[in-house]
């Protein structure tokens, strides 16, 4: 079965944390996204890659940056957390090309204090 | 930028109605996607319509792209509790980077 991994399901940091969210997929696809989703807003992509060491700028990058070494891992960092990056955090891979769907990971919910 | 709406943003049903989510775009899109999200879950992807005036059924749901292939539609005919999630429509309107455009969901809840 094809995964997406996150690697924390809940998170508790203090504001002003470098905060380090990881996610590994096993299915070798191109692209990688970040999303977070809060009640009302849906799903806001905040960085995508298409390619080892490429990465976009999604809707909402300001307060995060992302680092894609090995295709199978892409890595959010919040860098100075703060109380408004509480939310929750979802990964989702998918093959390059518009006829693809996303396979997400299971989230991350992550509480800034 | 491209923008994908959907409506209603919610919807409360009886167990056995029936229930309608639409998804309407701002540009013309290449092909829309559906996704299921469970109360706690993730987004599951469950169909993608490709072609103008496209209608697709998996079991009691049904898919439809309009013709002008800037709106679509999710029915589910007597709905069941297994039904309760969040519906997703996601928009891809070209460009070299695949990405999708996602309405901000329709809650789903149903009453046994």
């Known amino acids: 079965d094809v995964k997406v991994t996150q690697s924390s399901r809940y998170l508790v940091k203090r504001t002003g944390e470098k905060v380090f969210l990881e996610c590994v997929q096993d299915?070798?696809?191109?692209?990688m996204f970040w999303y977070r989703q809060d009640p009302g807003l849906g799903l806001r992509l905040i960085y995508f890659s298409y390619d080892v060491k490429m990465k976009e700028k999604g809707d909402i990058p300001e307060g995060y940056s992302v680092s894609r070494e090995k295709k199978e891992r892409f890595s959010l960092i919040l860098e100075s957390a703060s109380t408004n990056q509480t939310s929750m955090y979802l990964c989702?891979?998918?093959?390059?090309?518009?006829?693809?769907?996303?396979?997400f990971g299971s989230g991350t919910r992550l509480t800034v204090v | 930028g491209q923008q994908v709406m959907q409506i209603p943003q919610y919807q409360h049903v009886q167990e056995g109605e029936d229930f309608t989510t639409y998804c309407n775009s701002s540009?013309?899109?290449?092909?829309i996607q559906w996704y299921k999200q469970r109360p706690g879950g993730h987004p599951v992807f469950l169909i993608q319509?490709?072609?103008?005036?496209e209608v697709k059924k998996q079991k009691r749901l049904t898919f439809q792209f309009g013709e002008a292939k800037k709106n679509s539609s999710l029915h589910i005919t007597a709905t069941q509790t297994t039904d309760v999630g969040t519906y997703f429509c996601a928009g891809y309107s070209g460009g070299s980077n695949y990405k999708l455009t996602f309405g901000k969901g329709t809650l789903l809840t149903v009453n046994p």
């Open positions: 299915m070798d696809h191109e692209n």
């Open positions: 540009t013309t899109l290449s092909n």
């Open positions: 989702a891979s998918s093959l390059l090309g518009p006829n693809y769907g996303y396979t």
């Open positions: 319509l490709v072609k103008s005036g």
